[in-house]
């Protein structure tokens, strides 16, 4: 994912770094979208969006960190970067235990600040290419029964025909008769192809 397809969200509150951050991504080639306040970006916020968030500290009302976890309940999914003028041992240890993945001083060192960027913007990329590649996975394993999934899962466990017919009380010639269809509604030609796909499955789970 490059990054015009990802968008650099600002949310800090004083206008002049808001607007100077902004110059500097968007001269850089970054879309950019800027807040004033933590509550106006929880309040149009889509989990959807990619790319990643510039997150000031210490902001009136919500700061950044209360915005931080009330986005974590929204399985919120963008990379965050910490940026504070008063850092903290406390907040930055906070901050990087509660997901951010960079935190920045202010003033903050230009050369820095892009480089924190790349590296977020490239790690909401990876996440988004597993999602979307668990996703596809998910999709393909709906079109089993319920008991050709339970097949699969313990065929990807590496457990034998007899071991599973003993676990689900079935014959070892209906594990097989459940196997072919499985290969058949999946189109995968092997063991190894379909546990990479439950593995695929799985990979976001919990």
């Known amino acids: 994912m490059t990054p015009i397809e990802q968008t650099v969200f600002i949310v800090e509150d004083d206008a002049a770094v808001r607007d100077s951050l ?3 991504l968007g001269l850089k080639g970054y879309r950019t979208q800027s807040f ?3 509550e106006d970006f929880l309040r149009v916020y889509q989990p959807s969006w990619a790319g990643c968030l510039l997150l000031d500290i210490r902001m009136p009302g919500m700061d950044g ?9 929204k399985k919120f999914s963008l990379s965050i970067i910490m940026m504070t003028a008063h850092g903290d041992v406390p ?3 906070t901050a990087l235990k509660a997901g951010a ?5 202010k003033p903050v060192d230009p050369d820095m600040l892009l480089n924190a960027i790349r590296s977020a913007l490239d790690a909401d990329a990876a996440l988004r290419t597993i999602a979307d590649t668990t996703e596809a996975a998910k999709v393909r394993l709906s079109a089993l029964t319920a008991r050709e999934l339970q097949v699969a899962e313990l065929v990807a466990q590496g457990r034998p025909n007899r071991e599973i017919a003993t676990m689900l009380g079935i014959s070892p010639r209906t594990v097989e008769v459940h196997k072919a269809s499985i290969r058949e509604k ?3 030609e092997s063991v ?6 439950v593995m695929s499955a799985s990979t976001m789970a919990g």
Do not use: I
């Open 101 to 105: 993945v960079d935190f920045l001083e």
């Open 91 to 93: 907040t930055v240890r």
């Open 192 to 197: 190894p192809e379909l546990v990479r796909l």
């Open 65 to 73: 960190l209360a915005l931080q976890d009330a986005l974590q309940q």
């Open 22 to 24: 902004g110059l500097l």
């Open 36 to 38: 004033v306040c933590a």
């Open 186 to 188: 999946l189109h995968v």
